[in-house]
């Protein structure tokens, strides 16, 4: 079976910056993999890269076995992934259950009867709130999604990645900014999921990725430094200094 | 349920208003139905899809044109009608290429879109009569049938923006209703959860054109008479105005809002002489303090009740 993620070449230049310079590695399916790396390393540009938030400047991405090097953001989730922001990005006059059937319906571009009720039949309903109860803001379901605290919007964040049952989630420093608690929920779910999905995460938060990684991918100013088992990657000597400094 | 019988219960209270005996209230009323629809219209992209357009008059005036031109040139109601609504639906069509920008830019390219209008009604005198306009619209009949006199009108107005306002609410409440709350309140969300969110607000923009070409029919019909007044800037900005003085993404808001500015222009004028100050400072004070409209205000009401 093909890769779920190829990328090959990857570069990205802003001015004489290379945020992202040449960076090739593949993501096999059912894997979980962690970029990991310090601020400024280039992990949320590469993540905006594969998402297809803007274009490489050259290089080559294939999700999937299609190359989607020029495809936009919306057609690449067609595809079957599904993807967090690091900063949430949810729909605040909506409530949680509405935010969710409309995550449940994009990835085939649904909802387009003007006739049929937007909140969606009896097994619909039930499924949206299944996976909020699954996330953990069951109790805010109904409520406006404004009102809801940080990180239960972080959590409503997680629950619109995977309302379209994916293929692959990738995820941009899902526990950013959230209580032990919270951040603990967040990885419990991460770790739950069905070996069928493929995970691609960008953490800066060295225990989060640990925890959650069966690979790590590491980078520093913009190139991959080191790549394998989190063991190994913890016994890597270029990645101790650029997390440990030199010393 | 409970809004339906509210709606029923005001359709109910209109259509005593003929029983007034006084035809200046039926005419004042029958604008309100009729330009509360163009609101509408207006309503629909501000609120449910976050766009505000200014160029809903053209859509309005170019149904009205097309009832006056072919109902003057002995066409039948039952064809001059679906005519003049595909006609705005058309023009939603091309003129619905502003949905690809949005902000400022969107409000400026629809402004574009409808002075071009304007200017066609004003300088094609063979087609649209000109500054004098088009007079003597007959009233609609299908098979023979039809209203013979204001009142009657008056009902047949009611009726058909009755059944505009079922329709609408139907579509703001559907699955591409939702979708379109969505690209309101996230677009880049909506993006990244597959939707073609530039598709759905061209069609809702169409949907928009065609809300306004029927209050452009209804006008047309109730004033017998169509000028490029109904084509003025003027007319969009006012439905902007009503949608927004009425407030609150509700399907009564922008009746009301236009209910406002229509009893000022047409009863206060009477008595002041600055009454375009007036409405703007009513419309100043709704945006300063009333930023949910007049619907917001119900809400207000109830919360300071212990």
């Known amino acids: 079976m093909s890769a779920v993620l190829e990328v090959s070449g990857l570069t990205k230049r802003f001015g004489g910056l290379a945020a992202v310079d040449d960076v090739t590695f593949q993501v096999s399916p ?3 993999c962690v970029l990991l790396g310090p601020n400024g390393a280039g992990k949320t540009t590469l993540f905006h890269l594969i998402t297809g938030t803007f274009p ?3 290089g080559r991405i294939a999700l999937f076995g299609r190359d989607v090097t020029t495809m936009g953001a919306a057609a690449r989730c067609r595809l079957g992934v599904g993807r967090t922001f690091q900063i949430s990005n949810v729909f605040p ?4 259950v509405q935010n969710v059937l409309l995550a449940m319906g994009g990835g085939h571009d649904g909802g387009w009867s003007l006739f049929r009720s937007g909140r969606g039949d009896r097994t619909t309903r039930d499924r949206a709130e299944a996976l909020l ?5 069951a109790e805010a379901a109904h409520t406006e999604t404004a009102s809801l605290s940080y990180g239960a919007r972080r959590q409503l964040e997680l629950a619109l990645a995977l309302a379209g049952e994916p293929r692959a989630v990738f995820l941009d420093e899902p526990c950013a900014g959230l209580s032990p608690a919270e951040r603990s929920r967040v990885v419990d779910i991460i770790e739950a999921l069905p070996e069928s999905i493929t995970l691609v995460m960008v953490e800066h938060d060295m225990d989060v990725a640990f925890q959650v990684a069966r690979r790590l991918v590491v980078m520093n100013r913009g190139r991959l ?3 394998g088992s989190p063991e190994a990657v913890r016994a890597d000597a270029t990645v101790q200094e650029v997390y440990l400094g030199a010393a | 349920m409970g809004r339906l019988i509210l709606l029923a219960a005001i359709a109910l209270a209109l259509a005593t208003v003929p029983m007034l005996g006084n035809p200046f209230w039926v005419g004042l009323t029958m604008q309100v139905l009729v330009f509360g629809l163009l609101a509408v219209s207006v309503d629909f992209m501000i609120r449910q899809v976050g766009l505000f357009p200014l160029c809903n008059g053209a859509f309005f005036a170019v149904a009205a044109y097309t009832v006056a031109m072919l109902e003057t040139g002995g066409w039948p109601t ?14 939603g069509m091309a003129f619905g290429i502003s949905v690809r920008t949005g902000g400022v830019y969107f409000i400026l390219i629809t402004l574009a879109f409808g002075q071009m209008a304007l200017s066609v009604a004003t300088s094609w005198t063979a087609l649209t009569g000109g500054d004098n306009g088009i007079t003597n619209i007959p009233y609609p009949a299908v098979a023979g049938v039809g209203p013979t006199d204001l009142s009657q009108m008056f009902f047949v107005v009611l009726a058909l923006v009755g059944l505009m306002v079922l329709v609408y609410a139907r579509i703001i409440t559907s699955q591409f209703g939702l979708t379109l709350n969505g690209i309101r309140d996230a677009e880049t969300r909506m993006v990244a959860l597959g939707y073609r969110t530039v598709t759905r607000k061209y069609v809702a923009f169409v949907i928009s054109s065609v809300f306004a070409g029927v209050a452009g029919v209804l006008y047309a019909y109730t004033n017998q008479f169509v000028s490029p007044a109904a084509a003025s800037l003027l007319v969009s900005v006012e439905a902007g105005l009503m949608a927004i003085l009425g407030g609150s993404g509700t399907v009564i808001g922008p009746f009301l809002g236009a209910t406002v500015i229509m009893g000022i222009r047409n009863i206060v004028s009477a008595m002041v002489p600055g009454w375009p100050i007036l409405m703007g400072l009513v419309f100043i004070a709704v945006v300063l303090f009333l930023p949910r409209g007049l619907v917001g205000l119900t809400g207000r009401i109830k919360r300071a009740r212990p």
Request: proline share 6%; glycine share 6%.
């Open chain 1, 30 to 32: 059912g894997e979980h």
């Open chain 1, 56 to 58: 490489a400047t050259t």
């Open chain 1, 93 to 96: 006059t909506l409530t949680p």
């Open chain 1, 133 to 137: 109860e699954r996330v953990g803001i």
């Open chain 2, 78 to 91: 039952v064809a001059a009608v679906p005519a003049a609504i595909a006609a705005a639906a058309l023009m």
């Open chain 1, 225 to 227: 430094i080191a790549d």
